[in-house]
């Protein structure tokens, strides 16, 4: 079975400072979709960036990228210039299997910005 | 395009009762996915619907029912409520295809007393 770990439970930051939130997957795939998911205290889950493991080049959306390592089976994102909207759960996933629309996730990191 | 929408989004039941949740996902997708959130036991699947056919469950007892009518709304029911059964429901939905992205729902919060 597919497994997703996040080891930090909980981070703290200033605001605008630069913070990196790790996962490790397990998979015997080759290719497969990785995602970072956002829950802010409102609670809507919204997608934050997800890598296609075939791709070499770390996906990148605006002040949010990845740094995939396919060979470790590790996606850890990194938030650069924080904004106090950044506070919320941030949980990583992967699906089930290709194509699969049931994710698995990890156990969510809880983010806080510090003003 | 409108997300996806979940009813109630709050409710209190008692022990012993039964549920039913309502979600209706983003026009056109044919997929809808639920979730139970806890704070022990985090997300957890409950099951999938694509075209009225339950095509992935998770493991969870039968007092957890799903269903999917052909416009693609779907519902899910907790029979016999149990204390336990307090979570955030997360209904999600998706256009199917490869890439398995969700898009989720604000969520059904019970709370069983």
């Known amino acids: 079975a597919q497994t997703v770990t996040q080891s930090q439970p909980e981070m703290s930051v200033q605001e605008a400072e630069t913070v990196t939130l790790s996962c490790t997957y397990d998979?015997?795939?080759?290719?497969?979709?990785l995602f970072w998911y956002k829950q802010p205290p409102s609670r809507q889950m919204i997608l934050v960036i997800r890598?296609?493991?075939?791709?070499?080049q770390n996906a990148t959306e605006n002040r949010f990228s990845v740094n995939f390592q396919k060979a470790a089976k590790s996606f850890s994102l990194k938030i650069s210039d924080s904004q106090l909207g950044d506070t919320a759960m941030y949980f990583c996933?992967?699906?089930?299997?290709?194509?699969?629309?049931?994710?698995?996730f990890g156990q969510g990191t809880r983010l806080t910005i510090n003003p | 395009k409108a997300g996806v929408t979940q009813t109630p989004r709050y409710l209190i039941k008692t022990r012993g009762q039964q549920v039913t949740l309502s979600c209706s996902p983003i026009s056109g997708h044919r997929s809808v996915s639920w979730y139970q959130q806890t704070p022990g036991q985090g997300l957890q699947f409950l099951f999938e619907?694509?075209?009225?056919?339950?095509?992935n469950k998770g493991n969870f007892p039968g007092r957890f029912s799903g269903r999917q009518f052909s416009n693609s709304r779907s519902e899910m029911n907790v029979s016999t409520l149990e204390l336990g059964d307090s979570a955030l429901y997360l209904c999600?939905?998706?256009?199917?295809?490869?890439?398995?992205?969700?898009?989720f729902g604000e969520g059904s919060r019970l709370t069983v007393l």
């Open positions: 890598q296609e493991a075939y791709k070499q």
């Open positions: 996933a992967q699906p089930e299997a290709p194509g699969a629309q049931k994710l698995v």
């Open positions: 999600a939905s998706s256009a199917g295809g490869f890439t398995g992205e969700l898009f």
């Open positions: 619907y694509f075209s009225e056919t339950q095509r």
């Open positions: 998979t015997s795939e080759n290719n497969y979709y």
